[in-house]
């Protein structure tokens, strides 16, 4: 594990691999642990790095409400101090968030994008969601990150064959520092990256689990909105892409990688 001291405190992270940059951001009270499948495939044909978000893992905890362009302006900042811009994001959920809201900020830092199951907004446009957001804030503040997690992992992986994995991320979801969490977790509803990250001239490929929490019409939708983008569905997948299949996740991030990865004109 490496670490890095930024304006808003120390961060964590790992690099592997040599060749084209290629950035790992991941979910809400997740960690780089959960891109292992993927930094392992990966690091054979490009340099991966995967950092720990402000707030999770062993990087800088929160100690105060933060926004989603805040977390983003920690991800250009830590992309300058390595200097290794123009790199490929790649971001899962709230990752995916956090990509997007860079679209719209610092496209330059930006050569290409992969966003899995995740949106370039989050509208609270109906009781149906607030009533989500409200349990989860509830779950986690009234009985703690161990149930949320059970709640949460039980959802990820629903099936009885995938009982290692629902432990697994059970344990590291419950290990999360629930004042992060929650400061993480109120930067998102209401949040939206549009219409700025439309306008980014970045290619950008949109992956969805068959099965994630939003239906594949909605990521339909809001293609329409960005620029130069193209959805791909895995088949058999849920909201964790990335673990629950992680073959054909990598083949699709490989082959995306190497498209975008010729070097830049001088």
Same mark, same amino acid.
């Given at each position: ?75 250009? /900042? ?161 909201? /964790? ?20 990865? /010729?070097?830049?004109?001088?």
């Amino acid at each position: 594990m490496n670490y890095l001291n930024l304006p808003n405190g120390r961060f964590a992270y790992i690099r592997q691999g040599q060749g084209a940059p290629v950035l790992l951001l991941h979910g809400l009270g997740s960690s780089l642990l959960d891109w292992q499948p993927q930094i392992e495939h990966l690091a054979q044909h490009c340099e991966v790095i995967a950092m720990d978000v402000r707030g999770h893992g062993r990087s800088e905890p929160l100690r105060a409400p933060v926004s989603m362009a805040e977390l983003a302006g920690d991800v250009a /900042a830590f992309i300058r101090a390595l200097q290794i811009a123009p790199c490929i994001l790649v971001g899962i959920s709230m990752g995916g968030m956090l990509t997007f809201q860079l679209l719209a900020e610092h496209p330059e830092l930006v050569r290409a994008a992969v966003v899995i199951n995740s949106a370039p907004s989050f509208p609270v446009d109906s009781w149906k969601v607030r009533g989500q957001i409200w349990l989860r804030l509830g779950l986690a503040r009234l009985l703690g990150l161990p149930t949320l997690a059970k709640v949460l992992a039980g959802k990820l992986f629903p099936k009885p064959e995938q009982q290692a994995l629902r432990e697994l991320v059970a344990e590291r979801l419950a290990s999360n520092d629930r004042t992060s969490y929650l400061h993480a977790m109120r930067a998102i509803p209401g949040w939206s990256a549009l219409p700025a990250a439309g306008r980014a001239q970045v290619p950008l490929l949109v992956v969805s689990g068959d099965r994630d929490y939003t239906p594949l019409d909605y990521k339909r939708g809001y293609l329409d909105q960005l620029h130069d983008a193209r959805l791909e569905v895995i088949e058999d997948s849920g909201h /964790a892409t990335p673990l629950d299949q992680p073959q054909r996740l990598n083949r699709l991030l490989q082959a995306f990688i190497a498209e975008h990865s /010729a070097p830049l004109p001088a």
